[in-house]
């Protein structure tokens, strides 16, 4: 399939990332979370194609993208398809003790949500997948159709945070069993709800939903602590860690991993936001907030 540039996932952030994150211009950065390659992209042409860039993500179908995209670029990129909590092997696979930066981009890319068949976005009708790893056991079809009712409102209440709803979606969810595309999650939801909520929520109706099965598909949460724990041993003094997040949950995380840490000076305790001008052309980058930190060293 030939793509239009205009196809590709609009990279949020960019200036601000790159500002916070290049410290050399010839250092090695990681990018957790390659995507279609836009922030490797814009690291690049940054740097005058200095810089070394390591990306790594799950989803080989998205990397194909970023392959292509950045192979008449640089012949300093790296792209391995691995999760980023085994980023400690991949690093030492590649040979490569210390970086000067590590980028995350958590949430989904433009790819996954309008790609064939992956079951992300309600606003399709195709089979109830969500795995950003195609190769992983349990996609959200199983989750909704074996997870008992409890374990369903747990989770919808805890990583959806659809507080008061979430037991009253997991009860129709089990009754209308089974489910097995995005259009019947939708509709599961949809009579687990006040007709008042259906029509009159700033979002759509089942965007909290879709979240929490996304989060416990991928294991998002878990993750993400993981893997910020395993940078350190990788960073030079100095080095920053950059990560944007799309929901309070994943930013809650981060920022209480680095409030915590007296190894690390923690540049954002207030985090950067998109400016109105990016929001207004790229919509999807409103929920987004940057942190970082810089590494003090040992
Ligand atoms: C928002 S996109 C990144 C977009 C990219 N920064 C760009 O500018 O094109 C998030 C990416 O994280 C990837 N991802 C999600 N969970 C991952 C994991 N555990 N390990 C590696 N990549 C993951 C997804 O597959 C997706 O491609």
Avoid: W
């Avoid at 740097?47 to 799950?58: E, R, S, Y």
């Avoid at 909590?85 to 590590?102: A, E, S, Y």
């Avoid at 709803?165 to 129709?172: D, L, R």
């Avoid at 860690?241 to 540049?267: C, G, M, P, Q, W």
């Amino acid at each position: 399939m030939v793509r239009k540039y205009d196809d590709f996932h609009k990279s949020v952030m960019v200036e601000e990332v790159l500002s916070y994150l290049i410290t050399k211009k010839d250092g090695i950065y990681v990018d957790c979370t390659a995507g279609e390659g836009g922030h490797i992209k814009a690291i690049l042409e940054y740097t005058n194609k200095m810089a070394k860039v390591i990306g790594v993500d799950v989803d080989y179908e998205v990397l194909e993208i970023a392959e292509q995209r950045l192979k008449d670029l640089s012949d300093n990129v790296v792209l391995i398809k691995s999760s980023y909590k085994d980023i400690d092997m991949v690093l030492r696979g590649l040979d490569i003790d210390k970086v000067d930066g590590f980028l995350m981009d958590l949430g989904v890319s433009t790819f996954q949500l309008k790609g064939e068949n992956r079951g992300f976005s309600f606003a399709k009708d195709e089979p109830l997948d969500m795995r950003m790893d195609v190769q992983a056991k349990k996609d959200a079809a199983y989750i909704v159709n074996n997870y008992s009712q409890e374990d369903l409102r747990r989770i919808i209440f805890e990583y959806g945070e659809e507080k008061r709803f979430a037991h009253s979606i997991s009860k129709s969810i089990v009754k209308n069993r089974p489910i097995n595309t995005t259009q019947e999650l939708v509709n599961a939801i949809r009579k687990g709800l006040p007709s008042s909520q259906v029509h009159e929520r700033h979002r759509h109706f089942a965007t909290k939903t879709f979240q929490a099965l996304r989060i416990e598909v991928n294991q998002e949460l878990k993750n993400i602590e993981e893997t910020l724990a395993k940078f350190e041993s990788f960073l030079k003094g100095g080095a920053r860690v950059a990560v944007i997040t799309f929901h309070s949950l994943e930013d809650r995380i981060v920022k209480n991993f680095f409030k915590n840490n007296e190894r690390y000076n923690f540049l954002t305790p207030k985090p950067i936001l998109p400016s109105q001008e990016e929001i207004k052309h790229n919509p999807r980058s409103r929920s987004a907030k940057l942190r970082v930190a810089e590494y003090k060293g040992v």
